[in-house]
């Protein structure tokens, strides 16, 4: 699961799978030399900072007890697609029955047992002695009604604790409810999905479908048997029931695994094969298959299963790898064993409307998640987004370590509030890359690492919050370290970081590094000689850091100035790839293809009249129905036609938007739908992702994101969001990580419009604790900064023009 939207969704989400389950991380560092040393001589170092306590009221303890250890579980389902049942939320959805066998290994005497279930109705409970078929008396069982999801059933004998073997039978019933968690179903072409909570990276949801030791350790046997209409699955049986024709399908024995692994979907895809010693398969609606669309992502898939089989130097050990495409699906992927789901956008690839963008996102998507071991060759892109992104939040006071002590990590909310910044971010590449290079070292040392070693130096980093910053007096080569804070951010340069050493570019990533983390003007500055460059990082690292300066004073009268000087600085870029954008050709390194569009963008918005005149121009053509708009330069052209256009402009973007039956091309246009500043349009726009019959529920989120980032629809946005907020929870489910990059960009704007007393409504504190608390010490952070720097900033841009 992923937050974010876009590219960096499906980059999070890549990375969070890669590394959770393998790397618990530490953090890049910094390393800073002070400039005036003498003013600020180095402290020791600080202790440790304790990890935030989040007082919830709750029981220490919500882990399940370990009298019972499962060994197999034997699951049958049968989902009912066509017979309704009234719900409050949803007027009607559909019901699903099923049996399940767990069978346990008792080792303390006891008479109770305690199962996870959540918003499933249990009807029968046996359990019977595995050995002997002996049934023990149930004095009774109850759903805890908390945050516990127990299922505790009280038993008249007592189980033996010497090993003995028990099997535990229920009978269940639940609903399937269309809020994209757990089981739930999509009517629109009967697809059936269950996300067990992944890799940690989702809540737990397999308690939702059946009983079970719903912990990531309490692993076991599952045979698991789906009665349905259509399943995924390549052999299956027909049966009578009551009368009908149903299709059983009995899925091999998995290995040993843990619950929240385990995932299917029932749909009437089709698919397509390819076997290269393992079994490749990609479903998808049938006529995308049809179309083609799933060749790229086959043709990858084996390459890249062919290139980690010679590096790992093992073989895959599943007999087939599943992947299929949903058409409405919270996160950007969710890697099972075996089973891989993507958004449509994230594995489908129409060579006809894509850019070298939506290309990149399917390779980068598949190969992140096929690749739980494999690290290597990162491309400096990923760094600069991730570690930028990670630096930001991780600066806050009320951060978090990436691993806190787990009684602080217990409901639902709290393993909820996790899924931010940085936990994908910190762990998916500083940590890993500062692990790597930690054992390189010792191997160039000839020094076998051992566990403690490991162990030891990772321990600081992943169970302290924040990163620090080194002093380095270069006279007398006296070092210290303290933990760097946004709030008390003083006249610090950033002079060396490295990264990782790992990186072909490093002169690149470096310049982008110095503009990220500098005092404002010696930052602005740095920009100067943007005029001249057209390479991609540091014009990245600098748009990048603009777009947080833009945000603190659009509504400002600093933001003329900062306009009239990026349109100057622009434009040699702009000029640079003219050629290109008005043939219609592709420049041929990859990194240029990326700052030809910052050029286009920028300068669009920004408004160098060549750029406005040209996306105008294109734009006609395009409606009047000769689309010449390269792939790549889509987005940001649509998006400047539509802010320069008017209301018959948006109402055919809209239209195209709803014909276009690509994701990657749809996309495109429902971000550009975002670019107008008429309220009454981004007003009407908001009310769309209401309705899913005009925006997918999982592109609810990323579309108010969108609009949030417009300047004229901030306000909007987050009003919206206080006022639909039950809606958008219940809708949403368990896509509460994109819940909190929701909450986030609508917190993201000028601080002056943001009303702290409002920003904590109880169910938006409730649910989203971490975050609030965050959100509120950033805006604080903001305020005072702006207070502080606007005077500086504005002389500045004016001395420039
Ligand atoms: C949950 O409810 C059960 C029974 O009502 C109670 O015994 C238990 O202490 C509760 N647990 C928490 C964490 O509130
Ligand atoms: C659903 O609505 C009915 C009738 O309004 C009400 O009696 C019932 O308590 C509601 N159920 C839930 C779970 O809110
Ligand atoms: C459910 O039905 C009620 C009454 O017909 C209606 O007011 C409500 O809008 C419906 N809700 C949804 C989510 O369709
Ligand atoms: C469990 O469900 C399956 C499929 O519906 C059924 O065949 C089986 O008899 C059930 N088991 C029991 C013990 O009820
Ligand atoms: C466990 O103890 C029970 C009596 O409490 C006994 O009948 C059984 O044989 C024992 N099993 C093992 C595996 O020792
Ligand atoms: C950070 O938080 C701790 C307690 O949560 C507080 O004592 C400390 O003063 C805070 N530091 C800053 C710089 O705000
Ligand atoms: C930075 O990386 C380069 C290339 O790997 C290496 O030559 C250099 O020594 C590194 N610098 C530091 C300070 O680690
Ligand atoms: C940019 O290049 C021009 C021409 O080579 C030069 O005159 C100017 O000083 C350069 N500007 C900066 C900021 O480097
Ligand atoms: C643009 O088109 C012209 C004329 O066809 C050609 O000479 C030129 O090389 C092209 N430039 C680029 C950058 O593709
Ligand atoms: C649209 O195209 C037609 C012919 O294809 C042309 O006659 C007309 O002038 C064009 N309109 C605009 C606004 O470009």
Known sequence: MAKGTGMSKALAVGIGVLTVSSVCGLVLMAVMYKIQIDKYPPVSPPTPTKPLVIPTGLQPTLRIPDNLIPESYKVFLQPYLYAAVTNNYTNQSLVFTGNSTVRVKCMTDSKSIFLHVHNLNVMTVEVTKSDSNEKLSVRGYKIHQNESNFLKIQLKETMSGNGTYYDIFTKFE?????????????NSNIITVVNFYLLLLQPPDARKVFPCFDEPALKAVILFSITSIFVLSLEADTTEIDGEEWIVTTFAETPIMSTYLL????????????????????????????????????????????????????KYPLKKIDQTALPDISAGAMENWGFISYQESGLLYDKETASTFDQERVATMISHELAHQWFGNLRDVIVLREVQTAFQVDSLNSSHPLSLQENYIQTFSEIIDLFDDITYRKVGINAFLMLISFIYKKLLQYNIETKEDVEAFMSTWIEQVGYPV?????QTRETSQEQFLLKQTGEWLLANVNCTGFFRVIPLINRGQLIDGLIVTIALSLTKHLINDTEYIPWESALKNLDHLILMFDRSEVYGPIMKYLRKQITQLYKHF???TLNGTIPEKHTDQYNQVNAISVACSNGLPECIEMAKRLFKDYRNGTDNIQPNLRRAIYCSAIVSGDEYDWEFAWKEYQRATVTAEKDKRRYALSCTKEIWLLNRYLQYTL????????DLVSTINYIAKNVAGQPLAWDFVRAHWSYITQEYGAGAISLGSLLDAVTKGSPRTLNLKRCCCPKLCYSLILLVIQVIERTEANIKWVKENKQTVKEWFMGEL
């Open 578 to 580: 003219e050629e290109y």
């Open 470 to 474: 080194i002093t380095i007096i270069t």
């Open 691 to 698: 309705d899913p019959s005009k925006i997918r529920k999982m």
């Open 263 to 314: 995932a299917f979907t029932v749909s009437d895809f089709t698919y397509k094969s390819k076997s290269s010693g393992t079994n490749i398969n990609i479903h998808a609606r049938s006529d995308a298959i049809n179309a083609g669309h799933a060749d790229y992502a086959i043709e990858v898939t084996e390459k890249i299963m062919i290139y980690y089989q010679n590096i790992f130097g093992f």
């Open 174 to 186: 639940g609903e399937l409810l269309d809020n994209l968690a757990g089981f739930y179903v999509k």
